[in-house]
């Protein structure tokens, strides 16, 4: 009679636990994606804060134009669980969290991006807290001060665009050994026309060091390697300076930047149950974007649900289209690129292109969300 009533109790399926470090773009979508793949797979994410933060919108959160955070709750499937803590160590079999729990896990994904190592007297826009910073600051600012933002890249650009755009009452100034390095001669050239529209003055310099106090009227110092200086109410460091050394420090392997290394799979090469994944994944020829980000998430994911039917896991590849960028809320660049990410001549520029980078940031929102995003095959 037992044995009868045992044979009418239905087994229960057992779970492949599965823990996802990081909540940006990679481990949105690699953890919605793995959901709705696999249905035996308990996920857990783990972020220090409660929120999705499209790091692609931080100068609009700075300036005040827009807002970058959305809960995570409303960015993760259902069935998702999610811790809110700091992660110290990983491993293929736990993660050992900030407040000194532990969790077993049979697989996990490493996406922690990037960070960035901010010239002391600067406030860093890469990352919430110091856009957070740089949103009270710049709203304590009164009509006629100095805001210098640090940086010639694409994310120095878009803030210094984006400030000079929502507060026309400042001075803005732009300092870079180059501006828009990355793009053609002529996009190169567009970018600087865009912030001249904005009375974004361009420094092509680099910053030795602030001098905290030192400046008129109580402001600081920027004193610039060819010797020149000048004084700063507000001052925003937009270069990202490295990755976090979780993976250093958990004993993954990882180059000379700090990036894991990853085989072909974007599996770590001395711990395969861990994928690797966005910013802080060394994948050659790969640049730090959503664009990026995006893709090795969601593969990363078909992977690992290759791998629990049984099927043979397939290489990453991942081509790029171009770049694009803001310059302010009416004006922008699409740069057209190659699939290795060399780029063409040709771009788009104006309100069509504020328009199209738009769409840009919310399909990438959007992907990370719905775990549905395409992308190019790499170069052959």
Not at 230 to 241: M, N, Q, R
């Amino acid at each position: 009679m037992l044995h009868l009533v045992s044979e009418l109790i239905p087994q229960q399926e057992a779970y492949m636990r599965v823990v996802v470090v990081g909540a940006g773009y990679a481990g949105t979508i690699a953890a919605n994606r793995l959901a709705k793949k696999v249905k035996a797979v308990e996920i857990t994410v783990i972020n220090p804060r409660p929120d999705f933060v499209e790091r692609v919108r931080l100068h609009e959160q700075i300036a005040g134009t827009g807002a970058a955070a959305t809960p995570l709750t409303s960015m993760l499937r259902e069935g998702i669980t999610t811790r809110l803590n700091t992660v110290d160590k990983i491993s293929d079999a736990e993660v050992a969290l900030g407040d000194g729990s532990r969790l077993e896990v049979d697989y996990l994904f490493l996406a922690v991006g990037s960070t960035v190592a901010p010239l002391p007297g600067t406030v860093p826009v890469g990352t919430w807290e110091g856009a957070e910073q740089a949103r009270a600051a710049l709203a304590g600012l009164s009509g006629g001060r100095t805001v210098t933002v640090i940086g010639g890249g694409l994310t120095g650009i878009e803030t210094a665009a984006e400030v000079a755009f929502g507060r026309p009452d400042l001075r803005v100034r732009l300092v870079g050994r180059t501006i828009a390095a990355s793009l053609s001669a002529g996009a190169q050239k567009r970018v600087r026309t865009g912030l001249s529209r904005l009375n974004v003055e361009i420094v092509t310099d680099s910053v030795a060091r602030i001098d905290p106090g030192a400046g008129e009227s109580g402001g600081d110092a920027v004193r610039l390697h060819s010797g020149a200086r000048f004084a700063s109410d507000l001052t925003l460091w937009a270069i990202i300076g490295g990755v976090p050394d979780l993976a250093a420090r958990s004993g993954l392997e990882v180059d000379a930047d700090g990036r894991a290394v990853v085989d072909e799979c974007l599996r770590s090469v001395n711990a395969p149950r861990i994928f690797v994944v966005g910013d802080c994944a060394a994948v050659p020829g790969a640049r730090a974007a959503c664009a990026t980000a995006l893709p090795q998430g969601a593969h990363a994911a078909d992977t690992l649900a290759r791998i629990l039917e049984g099927r043979k896991p397939q290489p990453y590849s991942m081509g790029y289209t171009g770049q694009s960028l803001s310059l302010g809320r009416h004006d922008g660049l699409l740069q057209a690129g190659r699939r290795d990410d060399s780029v063409r001549r040709l771009f788009l520029a104006g309100r069509t292109a504020a328009v199209g980078k738009e769409r840009l940031c919310r399909y990438a929102r959007s992907g990370a969300r719905t775990a549905t995003y395409a992308w190019l095959k790499g170069p052959k």
